[in-house]
């Protein structure tokens, strides 16, 4: 299974960008797709996951209103469409997915049970 994520860059304040994840050799029906992001100096923390399971998304607090995911699609891609961004956005961002029923909770509590993962992408937001 491969990811890889793609959309970051530098970017100033109240700017909008979107990330962009490929999945390929991911053969499970059920699965939970997600981006996660690790701001310097933190813990990789959830930002945004979707099940197809379960029909359960999940947004952290930081990102409702202002990001939105998109399952990922025939064209096996996720999208993560992030706008109003502020400085504190700033950090690696990850799309990983797991086949596990209903694993929209690893976004807010166990990102680390997520099973695959993509190498991250960086995303700079200047003030």
């Known amino acids: ?13 109240g700017g909008s960008l979107r990330l962009s994840c490929v999945v390929s ?14 701001a310097p100096g933190k ?3 959830g930002v945004a996951c979707v099940s197809n399971s379960d029909d359960t998304i999940y947004y952290s607090d930081s990102a409702k209103g202002r990001f939105t995911i998109s399952n990922y699609n025939a064209n096996w ?8 961004l502020e400085p504190e956005d ?24 997520m099973e695959y993962w993509g190498k991250g992408i960086s995303v700079t937001v200047s003030s």
């Open 1 to 13: 299974v491969q990811l890889v994520e793609s959309g970051g860059g530098t970017i100033q304040a």
């Open 77 to 84: 891609t996720s999208y993560l469409q992030m706008t109003n």
């Open 90 to 113: 700033t950090g690696i961002y990850y799309c990983a997915v797991d086949p596990t029923y209903g694993a929209t909770w690893y976004c807010k509590m166990r990102y680390y049970k």
């Open 25 to 38: 050799g991911f053969t499970f029906d059920e699965y939970s797709i997600g981006w996660f992001r690790q």
């Open 43 to 45: 813990e990789r923390e």
